[in-house]
Protein backbone atom coordinates (compact mmCIF):
# COMPACT_ATOMS: atom_id res chain seq x y z
CA UNK A 1 0.00 0.00 0.00
CA UNK A 2 1.88 3.53 -1.37
CA UNK A 3 1.98 6.25 0.94
CA UNK A 4 2.23 8.43 -1.92
CA UNK A 5 0.88 11.98 -2.27
CA UNK A 6 0.28 13.83 -5.59
CA UNK A 7 -0.65 18.11 -5.40
CA UNK A 8 -3.30 19.02 -7.98
CA UNK A 9 -3.36 22.61 -10.12
CA UNK A 10 -5.31 24.19 -6.76
CA UNK A 11 -2.91 23.24 -4.27
CA UNK A 12 -5.06 20.50 -3.05
CA UNK A 13 -2.82 17.24 -2.00
CA UNK A 14 -4.54 13.96 -2.48
CA UNK A 15 -2.75 11.06 -0.02
CA UNK A 16 -3.10 7.76 -2.61
CA UNK A 17 -4.44 5.24 -0.13
CA UNK A 18 -5.92 2.25 -2.71
CA UNK A 19 -5.44 0.92 -6.15
CA UNK A 20 -8.54 0.73 -7.66
CA UNK A 21 -7.48 -0.55 -11.39
CA UNK A 22 -4.05 -0.82 -13.58
CA UNK A 23 -4.71 0.15 -16.83
CA UNK A 24 -2.07 0.67 -20.00
CA UNK A 25 -1.80 3.83 -19.22
CA UNK A 26 -1.20 4.36 -15.54
CA UNK A 27 -3.36 3.60 -12.36
CA UNK A 28 -6.16 4.87 -10.49
CA UNK A 29 -5.77 5.66 -6.99
CA UNK A 30 -8.88 6.18 -4.05
CA UNK A 31 -7.55 9.22 -1.91
CA UNK A 32 -7.12 8.75 1.65
CA UNK A 33 -10.36 11.42 2.27
CA UNK A 34 -12.10 8.78 0.37
CA UNK A 35 -14.87 11.18 -2.56
CA UNK A 36 -11.74 11.66 -4.90
CA UNK A 37 -10.06 9.78 -7.23
CA UNK A 38 -6.38 10.39 -8.72
CA UNK A 39 -5.66 8.82 -12.28
CA UNK A 40 -2.16 9.20 -12.82
CA UNK A 41 -0.91 8.34 -16.28
CA UNK A 42 2.32 7.91 -15.30
CA UNK A 43 3.13 5.57 -18.31
CA UNK A 44 2.11 7.71 -21.11
CA UNK A 45 4.65 8.51 -23.96
CA UNK A 46 3.42 12.25 -25.20
CA UNK A 47 2.79 13.95 -21.94
CA UNK A 48 2.44 17.55 -23.24
CA UNK A 49 -0.45 16.18 -25.29
CA UNK A 50 -2.58 14.35 -22.85
CA UNK A 51 -2.05 16.84 -20.47
CA UNK A 52 -3.72 19.10 -23.04
CA UNK A 53 -6.34 16.63 -23.48
CA UNK A 54 -6.59 16.44 -19.96
CA UNK A 55 -7.62 20.13 -19.71
CA UNK A 56 -9.40 19.94 -23.06
CA UNK A 57 -11.76 17.67 -21.03
CA UNK A 58 -11.74 19.44 -17.89
CA UNK A 59 -12.84 22.83 -19.95
CA UNK A 60 -16.09 21.13 -21.36
CA UNK A 61 -19.21 21.88 -19.23
CA UNK A 62 -20.24 18.31 -18.47
CA UNK A 63 -22.09 18.79 -15.13
CA UNK A 64 -25.45 17.96 -16.35
CA UNK A 65 -24.00 14.32 -17.34
CA UNK A 66 -23.63 11.65 -15.34
CA UNK A 67 -19.96 11.00 -16.21
CA UNK A 68 -16.75 11.13 -13.95
CA UNK A 69 -15.40 14.36 -14.96
CA UNK A 70 -11.53 15.66 -14.25
CA UNK A 71 -12.33 18.05 -11.40
CA UNK A 72 -8.65 19.16 -11.43
CA UNK A 73 -5.14 18.55 -13.50
CA UNK A 74 -2.48 17.23 -11.13
CA UNK A 75 0.62 19.59 -11.21
CA UNK A 76 3.57 18.46 -13.17
CA UNK A 77 5.67 16.48 -13.36
CA UNK A 78 2.70 14.67 -12.48
CA UNK A 79 0.37 14.18 -15.45
CA UNK A 80 -3.35 12.87 -14.83
CA UNK A 81 -6.36 14.38 -13.11
CA UNK A 82 -8.74 13.98 -9.80
CA UNK A 83 -11.98 12.99 -10.15
CA UNK A 84 -15.28 12.22 -8.00
CA UNK A 85 -15.10 8.60 -6.82
CA UNK A 86 -18.12 6.96 -7.39
CA UNK A 87 -18.91 5.20 -4.07
CA UNK A 88 -21.68 2.48 -4.14
CA UNK A 89 -21.08 2.05 -8.24
CA UNK A 90 -19.72 -0.87 -9.75
CA UNK A 91 -18.58 -2.09 -13.50
CA UNK A 92 -21.30 -2.97 -15.75
CA UNK A 93 -19.38 -6.09 -15.82
CA UNK A 94 -21.20 -7.52 -12.93
CA UNK A 95 -24.43 -7.80 -15.13
CA UNK A 96 -23.03 -9.68 -18.02
CA UNK A 97 -22.16 -13.05 -16.76
CA UNK A 98 -23.54 -14.70 -13.45
CA UNK A 99 -20.68 -15.93 -10.43
CA UNK A 100 -19.96 -19.51 -10.62
CA UNK A 101 -22.13 -21.87 -9.21
CA UNK A 102 -25.08 -19.42 -9.45
CA UNK A 103 -28.92 -20.54 -11.13
CA UNK A 104 -29.11 -17.86 -14.38
CA UNK A 105 -32.17 -17.19 -13.75
CA UNK A 106 -32.42 -16.42 -9.73
CA UNK A 107 -29.02 -15.06 -10.43
CA UNK A 108 -31.19 -12.54 -13.06
CA UNK A 109 -33.29 -11.71 -10.69
CA UNK A 110 -31.59 -10.90 -8.09
CA UNK A 111 -29.45 -8.24 -10.18
CA UNK A 112 -32.70 -6.44 -11.16
CA UNK A 113 -34.27 -8.61 -13.45
CA UNK A 114 -35.57 -7.29 -16.80
CA UNK A 115 -36.88 -3.97 -15.54
CA UNK A 116 -33.66 -2.72 -14.09
CA UNK A 117 -31.26 -3.75 -16.73
CA UNK A 118 -33.09 -1.51 -18.96
CA UNK A 119 -33.62 0.94 -16.76
CA UNK A 120 -29.90 0.55 -16.02
CA UNK A 121 -29.00 0.72 -19.73
CA UNK A 122 -31.22 3.95 -20.68
CA UNK A 123 -29.11 5.56 -17.99
CA UNK A 124 -26.06 4.84 -19.68
CA UNK A 125 -27.15 5.24 -22.96
CA UNK A 126 -28.52 8.68 -21.52
CA UNK A 127 -24.70 9.71 -20.28
CA UNK A 128 -23.67 8.63 -24.09
CA UNK A 129 -25.83 10.57 -25.88
CA UNK A 130 -25.29 13.60 -24.04
CA UNK A 131 -21.71 13.93 -24.72
CA UNK A 132 -23.04 13.20 -28.59
CA UNK A 133 -25.20 16.09 -28.22
CA UNK A 134 -22.38 18.29 -27.34
CA UNK A 135 -20.59 16.94 -30.20
CA UNK A 136 -18.52 14.72 -28.72
CA UNK A 137 -17.28 11.24 -29.06
CA UNK A 138 -16.53 8.93 -25.76
CA UNK A 139 -14.11 5.98 -28.04
CA UNK A 140 -13.90 3.15 -25.15
CA UNK A 141 -17.32 2.13 -24.01
CA UNK A 142 -17.05 -1.39 -22.45
CA UNK A 143 -18.04 -3.31 -19.40
CA UNK A 144 -15.56 -1.42 -17.16
CA UNK A 145 -16.25 2.03 -18.07
CA UNK A 146 -19.83 2.02 -17.61
CA UNK A 147 -20.59 2.21 -13.61
CA UNK A 148 -24.21 0.84 -12.66
CA UNK A 149 -25.37 1.50 -8.97
CA UNK A 150 -24.34 -1.45 -6.61
CA UNK A 151 -27.76 -1.67 -4.36
CA UNK A 152 -30.33 -3.40 -6.58
CA UNK A 153 -33.15 -0.82 -5.80
CA UNK A 154 -31.04 1.67 -7.68
CA UNK A 155 -31.06 2.35 -11.46
CA UNK A 156 -27.89 4.85 -11.51
CA UNK A 157 -25.81 5.10 -14.38
CA UNK A 158 -22.06 6.61 -15.26
CA UNK A 159 -19.18 6.99 -17.59
CA UNK A 160 -15.77 6.79 -16.19
CA UNK A 161 -12.03 7.60 -18.09
CA UNK A 162 -13.22 10.21 -20.03
CA UNK A 163 -9.31 10.38 -21.18
CA UNK A 164 -10.63 9.45 -24.54
CA UNK A 165 -13.14 12.75 -25.07
CA UNK A 166 -13.38 14.50 -28.55
CA UNK A 167 -14.81 16.35 -31.05
CA UNK A 168 -12.71 14.86 -33.96
CA UNK A 169 -12.60 11.40 -35.91
CA UNK A 170 -8.86 10.95 -35.88
CA UNK A 171 -8.10 7.10 -37.44
CA UNK A 172 -4.85 7.19 -35.83
CA UNK A 173 -6.09 7.10 -32.29
CA UNK A 174 -8.53 4.75 -32.42
CA UNK A 175 -8.59 2.71 -28.77
CA UNK A 176 -11.58 -0.06 -27.92
CA UNK A 177 -11.85 -2.71 -25.76
CA UNK A 178 -11.86 -5.84 -27.10
CA UNK A 179 -15.32 -6.94 -28.21
CA UNK A 180 -16.84 -3.50 -28.22
CA UNK A 181 -14.73 -2.39 -31.51
CA UNK A 182 -16.91 -1.40 -34.42
CA UNK A 183 -16.08 -2.82 -37.70
CA UNK A 184 -14.59 0.41 -39.30
CA UNK A 185 -12.90 1.27 -36.34
CA UNK A 186 -11.07 -2.68 -35.68
CA UNK A 187 -10.05 -2.62 -39.58
CA UNK A 188 -8.97 0.78 -39.33
CA UNK A 189 -11.19 2.59 -42.32
CA UNK A 190 -11.96 5.23 -40.14
CA UNK A 191 -11.50 6.51 -36.63
CA UNK A 192 -14.03 6.80 -33.78
CA UNK A 193 -17.33 8.60 -34.34
CA UNK A 194 -20.98 8.59 -32.55
CA UNK A 195 -21.63 5.74 -34.71
CA UNK A 196 -18.61 3.51 -33.54
CA UNK A 197 -19.96 4.53 -29.46
CA UNK A 198 -23.13 3.34 -31.11
CA UNK A 199 -22.24 0.04 -31.87
CA UNK A 200 -20.26 -0.59 -28.63
CA UNK A 201 -22.93 0.37 -26.75
CA UNK A 202 -25.45 -1.65 -28.45
CA UNK A 203 -22.86 -4.87 -27.43
CA UNK A 204 -23.22 -3.79 -24.21
CA UNK A 205 -27.02 -3.52 -24.27
CA UNK A 206 -27.44 -6.68 -26.00
CA UNK A 207 -24.98 -8.42 -23.58
CA UNK A 208 -26.38 -7.22 -20.64
CA UNK A 209 -29.91 -8.35 -21.22
CA UNK A 210 -29.10 -11.57 -22.98
CA UNK A 211 -26.13 -12.80 -21.71
CA UNK A 212 -24.94 -13.51 -24.63
CA UNK A 213 -22.29 -11.41 -26.86
CA UNK A 214 -23.82 -10.79 -30.13
CA UNK A 215 -21.41 -12.21 -32.20
CA UNK A 216 -20.11 -15.27 -30.20
CA UNK A 217 -22.18 -18.07 -31.53
CA UNK A 218 -21.94 -21.65 -30.72
CA UNK A 219 -19.57 -21.43 -33.77
CA UNK A 220 -17.23 -19.05 -31.99
CA UNK A 221 -17.40 -20.28 -28.39
CA UNK A 222 -17.03 -24.01 -30.25
CA UNK A 223 -14.44 -23.01 -32.63
CA UNK A 224 -10.46 -22.23 -32.54
CA UNK A 225 -10.03 -18.93 -30.70
CA UNK A 226 -8.86 -17.44 -33.54
CA UNK A 227 -12.51 -17.10 -34.59
CA UNK A 228 -13.05 -14.75 -31.59
CA UNK A 229 -10.92 -12.08 -33.59
CA UNK A 230 -13.35 -12.74 -36.58
CA UNK A 231 -16.54 -12.33 -34.43
CA UNK A 232 -15.10 -9.10 -32.35
CA UNK A 233 -14.30 -7.57 -36.07
CA UNK A 234 -17.79 -8.55 -37.36
CA UNK A 235 -16.75 -10.45 -40.17
CA UNK A 236 -18.45 -13.57 -38.89
CA UNK A 237 -22.84 -13.29 -38.98
CA UNK A 238 -23.91 -12.29 -35.66
CA UNK A 239 -25.97 -14.78 -33.52
CA UNK A 240 -29.35 -13.58 -34.56
CA UNK A 241 -28.80 -12.49 -38.20
CA UNK A 242 -32.19 -12.66 -40.22
CA UNK A 243 -30.67 -14.83 -43.31
CA UNK A 244 -27.42 -16.42 -42.45
CA UNK A 245 -27.39 -19.07 -39.40
CA UNK A 246 -23.92 -19.69 -39.30
CA UNK A 247 -23.03 -18.42 -35.73
CA UNK A 248 -26.38 -19.04 -34.15
CA UNK A 249 -26.30 -19.22 -30.54
CA UNK A 250 -27.64 -22.00 -28.40
CA UNK A 251 -27.12 -19.76 -25.23
CA UNK A 252 -28.23 -16.84 -23.55
CA UNK A 253 -32.20 -15.62 -22.43
CA UNK A 254 -34.24 -15.96 -25.43
CA UNK A 255 -34.58 -12.55 -27.01
CA UNK A 256 -38.23 -12.50 -27.42
CA UNK A 257 -38.31 -12.20 -23.64
CA UNK A 258 -35.75 -9.96 -22.64
CA UNK A 259 -35.68 -7.44 -26.27
CA UNK A 260 -38.92 -7.76 -27.00
CA UNK A 261 -39.66 -6.40 -31.09
CA UNK A 262 -38.58 -2.36 -30.88
CA UNK A 263 -34.84 -3.68 -29.57
CA UNK A 264 -34.44 -6.55 -31.32
CA UNK A 265 -34.93 -4.72 -34.09
CA UNK A 266 -32.74 -2.08 -33.74
CA UNK A 267 -29.74 -5.12 -32.57
CA UNK A 268 -30.53 -6.20 -36.32
CA UNK A 269 -30.53 -2.62 -37.97
CA UNK A 270 -26.67 -2.51 -35.89
CA UNK A 271 -25.39 -5.76 -36.40
CA UNK A 272 -26.72 -6.37 -39.93
CA UNK A 273 -27.29 -3.52 -42.02
CA UNK A 274 -25.04 -1.44 -39.60
CA UNK A 275 -22.08 -3.88 -39.66
CA UNK A 276 -20.54 -2.31 -42.94
CA UNK A 277 -23.38 0.51 -44.03
CA UNK A 278 -22.58 2.54 -40.43
CA UNK A 279 -25.29 5.30 -42.20
CA UNK A 280 -28.10 2.46 -41.39
CA UNK A 281 -26.73 1.88 -37.64
CA UNK A 282 -29.06 3.44 -35.26
CA UNK A 283 -27.80 6.16 -32.95
CA UNK A 284 -27.24 6.01 -28.92
CA UNK A 285 -30.29 7.87 -28.61
CA UNK A 286 -33.00 5.31 -30.32
CA UNK A 287 -31.62 2.62 -27.88
CA UNK A 288 -32.08 5.37 -24.58
CA UNK A 289 -35.74 6.10 -25.90
CA UNK A 290 -36.61 2.44 -26.97
CA UNK A 291 -34.71 1.04 -23.73
CA UNK A 292 -36.93 3.19 -21.61
CA UNK A 293 -40.46 2.03 -23.83
CA UNK A 294 -39.06 -1.25 -23.08
CA UNK A 295 -39.10 -0.54 -19.38
CA UNK A 296 -42.22 1.14 -19.52
CA UNK A 297 -43.53 -2.16 -20.51
CA UNK A 298 -42.79 -4.56 -17.71
CA UNK A 299 -44.88 -6.25 -15.64
CA UNK A 300 -43.80 -7.84 -12.14
CA UNK A 301 -44.95 -11.80 -12.10
CA UNK A 302 -46.87 -11.87 -8.91
CA UNK A 303 -45.49 -15.44 -8.06
CA UNK A 304 -41.84 -15.24 -8.87
CA UNK A 305 -41.12 -11.40 -9.11
CA UNK A 306 -39.25 -11.43 -12.36
CA UNK A 307 -40.66 -8.55 -14.79
CA UNK A 308 -41.18 -9.18 -18.18
CA UNK A 309 -42.64 -7.78 -20.80
CA UNK A 310 -46.40 -7.72 -20.85
CA UNK A 311 -46.99 -8.58 -24.35
CA UNK A 312 -46.53 -11.86 -22.76
CA UNK A 313 -49.48 -13.42 -21.67
CA UNK A 314 -47.91 -15.45 -19.00
CA UNK A 315 -45.24 -15.14 -17.16
CA UNK A 316 -42.03 -16.42 -19.22
CA UNK A 317 -39.84 -17.25 -16.01
CA UNK A 318 -42.07 -19.38 -13.94
CA UNK A 319 -45.36 -19.57 -16.52
CA UNK A 320 -47.52 -18.05 -14.50
CA UNK A 321 -50.37 -15.98 -16.05
CA UNK A 322 -49.99 -12.38 -16.29
CA UNK A 323 -51.54 -10.57 -13.10
CA UNK A 324 -54.54 -8.11 -13.99
CA UNK A 325 -53.77 -4.91 -14.97
CA UNK A 326 -54.95 -1.62 -15.89
CA UNK A 327 -53.66 0.43 -18.52
CA UNK A 328 -51.47 4.04 -18.90
CA UNK A 329 -51.61 5.74 -22.23
CA UNK A 330 -49.43 8.84 -22.83
CA UNK A 331 -51.11 10.86 -25.38
CA UNK A 332 -51.90 14.96 -26.74
CA UNK A 333 -54.50 16.54 -25.68
CA UNK A 334 -56.18 19.93 -27.46
CA UNK A 335 -58.31 22.19 -25.79
CA UNK A 336 -61.64 21.95 -27.57
CA UNK A 337 -61.27 18.41 -29.44
CA UNK A 338 -59.72 16.34 -26.35
CA UNK A 339 -57.69 13.66 -26.80
CA UNK A 340 -55.87 13.39 -30.23
CA UNK A 341 -55.46 9.35 -30.44
CA UNK A 342 -54.72 10.00 -34.61
CA UNK A 343 -51.31 10.33 -33.66
CA UNK A 344 -50.67 7.02 -31.60
CA UNK A 345 -49.54 6.56 -28.05
CA UNK A 346 -45.88 7.99 -26.70
CA UNK A 347 -46.22 5.47 -23.93
CA UNK A 348 -47.85 2.56 -22.41
CA UNK A 349 -47.33 1.37 -19.39
CA UNK A 350 -49.43 -1.39 -18.17
CA UNK A 351 -50.03 -1.19 -14.16
CA UNK A 352 -49.99 -4.34 -12.22
CA UNK A 353 -48.60 -5.33 -8.41
CA UNK A 354 -46.07 -1.97 -8.46
CA UNK A 355 -46.63 1.53 -8.45
CA UNK A 356 -45.87 3.18 -11.72
CA UNK A 357 -44.38 6.93 -11.77
CA UNK A 358 -44.50 8.87 -14.63
CA UNK A 359 -41.88 11.48 -14.94
CA UNK A 360 -40.74 14.00 -17.38
CA UNK A 361 -40.23 11.65 -20.03
CA UNK A 362 -43.49 11.27 -20.02
CA UNK A 363 -45.60 14.17 -19.35
CA UNK A 364 -43.24 16.64 -21.23
CA UNK A 365 -41.46 14.36 -23.64
CA UNK A 366 -38.13 15.54 -22.14
CA UNK A 367 -34.91 13.60 -22.00
CA UNK A 368 -31.83 13.06 -19.84
CA UNK A 369 -31.38 13.90 -16.78
CA UNK A 370 -34.17 16.34 -15.67
CA UNK A 371 -36.00 14.00 -17.38
CA UNK A 372 -36.36 11.76 -14.74
CA UNK A 373 -38.00 13.97 -12.41
CA UNK A 374 -41.37 12.37 -10.93
CA UNK A 375 -44.82 14.04 -12.09
CA UNK A 376 -47.39 11.36 -11.18
CA UNK A 377 -47.31 8.41 -9.45
CA UNK A 378 -50.26 5.26 -10.14
CA UNK A 379 -50.64 2.43 -7.66
CA UNK A 380 -53.92 -0.19 -9.11
CA UNK A 381 -56.16 -0.62 -5.75
CA UNK A 382 -58.92 -2.77 -5.29
CA UNK A 383 -61.62 -0.60 -6.50
CA UNK A 384 -59.62 1.51 -9.40
CA UNK A 385 -56.03 3.15 -9.67
CA UNK A 386 -54.85 5.48 -6.92
CA UNK A 387 -53.17 8.54 -8.53
CA UNK A 388 -51.21 10.90 -6.70
CA UNK A 389 -49.39 14.06 -8.05
CA UNK A 390 -45.91 15.16 -7.37
CA UNK A 391 -44.25 19.17 -7.34
CA UNK A 392 -46.19 19.50 -10.16
CA UNK A 393 -50.01 20.40 -10.20
CA UNK A 394 -52.13 17.78 -12.68
CA UNK A 395 -56.09 17.66 -13.00
CA UNK A 396 -58.17 14.70 -13.93
CA UNK A 397 -61.33 14.86 -16.08
CA UNK A 398 -64.38 11.67 -15.83
CA UNK A 399 -64.78 9.33 -18.45
CA UNK A 400 -66.55 11.54 -21.89
CA UNK A 401 -65.88 14.95 -20.72
CA UNK A 402 -63.65 17.43 -22.46
CA UNK A 403 -64.66 20.85 -20.79
CA UNK A 404 -62.86 22.55 -18.20
CA UNK A 405 -65.42 22.79 -15.34
CA UNK A 406 -65.41 18.74 -15.47
CA UNK A 407 -61.46 19.10 -14.34
CA UNK A 408 -60.42 19.06 -10.70
CA UNK A 409 -57.10 18.95 -9.12
CA UNK A 410 -55.41 15.59 -8.47
CA UNK A 411 -53.45 16.35 -5.18
CA UNK A 412 -50.06 15.23 -3.50
CA UNK A 413 -52.69 13.26 -1.38
CA UNK A 414 -54.01 10.94 -3.87
CA UNK A 415 -57.38 10.46 -5.23
CA UNK A 416 -58.86 6.51 -6.55
CA UNK A 417 -59.93 6.78 -9.96
CA UNK A 418 -62.63 4.12 -10.41
CA UNK A 419 -62.27 1.52 -13.15
CA UNK A 420 -65.73 0.39 -12.92
CA UNK A 421 -66.30 1.17 -17.06
CA UNK A 422 -63.41 -0.70 -18.93
CA UNK A 423 -63.65 1.08 -22.06
CA UNK A 424 -63.90 4.28 -20.65
CA UNK A 425 -60.92 6.03 -19.83
CA UNK A 426 -60.07 8.63 -17.29
CA UNK A 427 -57.89 11.85 -18.72
CA UNK A 428 -54.54 12.91 -16.01
CA UNK A 429 -53.56 16.06 -17.37
CA UNK A 430 -50.36 17.53 -16.62
CA UNK A 431 -51.41 21.39 -18.06
CA UNK A 432 -54.42 23.43 -17.40
CA UNK A 433 -57.60 21.92 -19.72
CA UNK A 434 -58.06 24.71 -21.46
CA UNK A 435 -53.95 24.72 -23.13
CA UNK A 436 -52.72 21.52 -25.27
CA UNK A 437 -50.59 19.43 -23.10
CA UNK A 438 -49.69 15.89 -22.68
CA UNK A 439 -52.84 13.38 -20.73
CA UNK A 440 -52.41 9.65 -19.44
CA UNK A 441 -55.66 8.20 -20.07
CA UNK A 442 -56.10 4.84 -17.62
CA UNK A 443 -57.70 2.39 -18.06
CA UNK A 444 -58.39 -0.88 -16.59
CA UNK A 445 -60.37 -4.27 -15.33
CA UNK A 446 -58.40 -6.33 -18.45
CA UNK A 447 -56.44 -8.85 -18.42
N1 LIG B 1 -14.50 7.77 -10.68
C1 LIG B 1 -14.28 6.49 -10.31
N2 LIG B 1 -14.97 5.97 -9.27
C2 LIG B 1 -14.76 4.67 -8.91
N3 LIG B 1 -13.88 3.84 -9.49
C3 LIG B 1 -13.15 4.30 -10.52
C4 LIG B 1 -13.33 5.65 -10.99
N4 LIG B 1 -12.48 5.84 -12.03
C5 LIG B 1 -11.83 4.67 -12.20
N5 LIG B 1 -12.21 3.74 -11.30
C6 LIG B 1 -11.70 2.34 -11.20
O1 LIG B 1 -10.41 2.28 -11.75
C7 LIG B 1 -10.38 1.44 -12.91
C8 LIG B 1 -9.54 2.05 -14.02
O2 LIG B 1 -10.03 3.34 -14.38
P1 LIG B 1 -10.11 3.85 -15.87
O3 LIG B 1 -10.27 5.33 -15.81
O4 LIG B 1 -11.13 3.10 -16.62
O5 LIG B 1 -8.64 3.52 -16.38
P2 LIG B 1 -8.12 2.79 -17.70
O6 LIG B 1 -7.77 3.90 -18.64
O7 LIG B 1 -6.92 2.04 -17.21
O8 LIG B 1 -9.21 1.91 -18.23
C9 LIG B 1 -11.84 1.32 -13.33
O9 LIG B 1 -12.13 0.13 -14.01
C10 LIG B 1 -12.55 1.41 -12.00
O10 LIG B 1 -12.58 0.16 -11.36
MG1 LIG C 1 -11.24 2.02 -18.34
ZN1 LIG D 1 -43.17 -15.60 -12.85
Not at 340 to 361: D, F, N, S, Y
Request: overall charge neutral; some cysteine.
Amino acid sequence: MSKRTVTDENGTVHALEHCLGEGGQGSVWRTRNGHRVVKLCSRTRDREALRRQIAFVKRLDLRDLHVARPLALLRPPEVGYVAEFLSDMVPVRTLLAPPRGLAVERWYQDTGGLQRRLRLLAHAGEALAGLHAKGLIYGDISHDNVFISGPVEANEAWLIDLDNLRHDSDPQSALYTPGYGAPEVVSGARGPTSLSDAWAFAVLAFHALTLIHPFCGDLVTEGEPELEEEAFAARLPWVDHSSDPRNRSSHGIAREQVLGQQLAALARKTFEEGAQDILKRPGVASWVERLHLAADQTVPCATCRQTFFVTAPACPWCGIARPPLAHVKILRWEPGRGVIEAMGARALLPLAGTPVRLTRRHTRGESGLRARAVELSLELRERGVLVRQHDTPAWVTPPGRTDAAAATSVTERGRVLPLDVPERSWVVHFGPVETPHRVALISGGTR
